[in-house]
């Protein structure tokens, strides 16, 4: 919580400063008449100065709270909100709400210890879905380490992908003895590095020594250089350590900037984990240049229009307020008084918006008068063939490349190709066109060689035949294959099916793992 109220203090600005100005003879006039209300008792001239003594009752002057005040006050927050307040970033329509997380779990005979019940093993799992759950669906990797590093599972946002690889996780799995937790980050650095967003890394281990602590402060310092390419530079906003360790061990050092939680029987541990995570990476986007600044005047909209509630009650009504009002709600449009209660309060595009955060795609879809978020809506709807429709009326680079992926989706990649080539004739430095470009162009080339390599007889190595891609170069012909089916049962169930893999997770891990460290590559 504190760090919270460091980074909210440090972050709060107004986007537009210079409307404070109108604070000034908001100051100036409250405090004119409310000198001269106190100079008069109250009495504002109504009454002769004897006939007002006479009718005031001792003590129950209103010298506290006046109508003034009020006024003054309802203006003030009214000129803060327009001044724009703000102190988070708005987020960009292809942005994660979660930062994404690797999670680094060490697979060592010492990780079968039963000091933790059942054992410190089986605790790491746990704890593992316990953070799936708690990150509701986020984009999270699994990297196992002992003397080698591997990636487990890839970044995904399917929380069912990770359980049987967890499940098969056993110090047998691993080729080579040891405790590289320098190499599992620096596979969790690489992992995120491919984001495009800064991360976490939480490592699940039940010691640290202090010479590794020192390493991993260095690879932490180290981390705008570039490896095979790709950007490193703040891939990792935050580090964190769930020790598997019992309650009377004492906790280990952690390198500096790193949080360290000891495993509990409760959720106390991953909402700790998660916490830490959440903060380093609403800094991380503060410190993103390239997302503007989200207005939160509104906030200060509320609690104005609550005060001038008090205008109804007996002894501070405003002579002028209930024309104001009146004249007000005469100019109105029409439409404003027809769309119901939430048109008075909030416009389409924030009606929509707020559709959006809620991932109803398709009444943000409905809501958005702007045709560019409707299109971003319809693009996480699914609707990618809508969404390529409303982007083609857009002359803008954004909108050219949303409706180039939302051809990819559709498997419209040589339309990808000339939409990315159209948003990098807009803005040649647009980054996503950039980076997306040369990889439609590479499937593309991909799909036809392989159609090309099938119609001669030649090995693809392709085997979905009910799969049409795009093919406007003609290399290659549709070819019809049919599959016997004399063999196959007419229906099988998730479990029927998987009944019938021989290989178990553990077998396939083991011959994964050895051949990667047989090979010495990089996962």
């Avoid at 990315?420 to 590479?442: M, V, W, Y």
């Avoid at 016997?484 to 178990?504: F, G, I, K, N, Y």
């Amino acid at each position: 919580m504190t760090a919270d109220l460091t980074l909210f203090f440090e972050a709060f600005h107004f986007l537009r400063p210079w409307l404070l100005v109108c604070a000034v003879p908001v100051l100036w006039t409250w405090w004119r008449l409310r000198k001269r209300r106190d100079a008069s008792g109250g009495n504002d001239g109504w009454l002769p100065p004897h006939l007002a003594e006479a009718l005031t009752v001792p003590g129950n002057s209103a010298k506290w709270v006046q109508p003034i005040d009020v006024i003054s006050l309802v203006l003030l927050l009214l000129a803060a909100a327009v001044a724009g307040p703000s102190w988070t970033r708005a987020p960009t329509p292809f942005s994660a709400q979660t930062a994404p997380l690797v999670i680094v779990m060490q697979i060592t005979p010492s990780m079968q210890n039963t000091d933790v019940a059942p054992e410190r093993l089986a605790r790491a799992r746990q704890k593992t879905m316990d953070l799936l759950a708690l990150r509701s669906g986020a984009r999270t990797a699994l990297v196992a380490f002992a003397g080698s590093a591997h990636v487990v599972v890839p970044m995904s946002e399917d929380p069912g992908v990770m359980q049987p690889y967890l499940e098969g996780l056993t110090p047998d799995v691993m080729p080579i003895e040891g405790q590289d937790i320098v190499g599992g980050f620096r596979v969790a650095q690489t992992l995120l590095a491919r984001e495009g967003m800064p991360g976490g890394v939480v490592f699940m281990i039940d010691e640290l020594p202090a010479s590794v602590s020192s390493e991993l402060s260095e690879a932490w310092a180290q981390r705008g250089a570039k490896e095979e390419g790709a950007e490193l530079a703040q891939a990792v906003a935050s580090m964190s350590f769930l020790m598997m360790i019992p309650e009377a061990a004492a906790m280990p050092r952690v390198p500096e900037n790193a949080a360290a939680t000891r495993v509990t029987p409760d959720d106390r541990d991953v909402a700790e984990v998660e916490r830490s995570l959440a903060s380093a990476y609403r800094r991380a986007q503060l410190e993103d240049e390239t997302q503007p600044w989200e207005d939160r005047g509104v906030w200060l909209a509320w609690p104005a229009l609550v005060l001038l509630l008090l205008w109804f009650r007996r002894g501070m009504a405003v002579r002028w307020a209930g024309q104001a009002m009146l004249i007000l709600w005469l100019l109105q449009p029409e439409q404003a008084q027809a769309e119901g209660w939430r048109d008075w309060f909030l416009t389409p595009d924030q009606q929509g918006w707020r559709a959006f955060e809620r991932k109803d795609y398709d009444a943000a879809a409905q809501a958005f008068e702007d045709p560019y978020l409707r299109g971003m809506a319809l693009y996480r709807g699914g609707q990618y063939d809508t969404a390529a429709q409303e982007m083609a009326r857009l002359d803008t680079a954004d909108a050219a490349f949303l409706q180039g992926m939302a051809h990819l989706k559709s498997r419209g990649y040589r339309d990808g190709v000339r939409a990315f080539e159209r948003a990098l004739e807009l803005d040649p430095d647009h980054l996503g066109a950039q980076q997306n470009l040369p990889i439609s162009k590479a499937i593309v080339e991909y799909v036809e060689t392989t159609r090309e390599q099938s119609d001669t007889g030649e090995d693809s190595g392709i085997g979905a035949d009910d799969v049409v891609f795009d093919n406007e170069t003609g290399r290659g012909e549709d070819t019809q294959i049919e599959v016997p089916t004399e063999d196959m049962p007419a229906h099988l169930s998730t479990d029927q099916w998987m009944r019938t893999v021989d290989t178990r997770t553990e077998d396939f891990l083991k011959q994964r793992f050895r051949l990667e460290a047989a090979r010495g590559e990089q996962p």
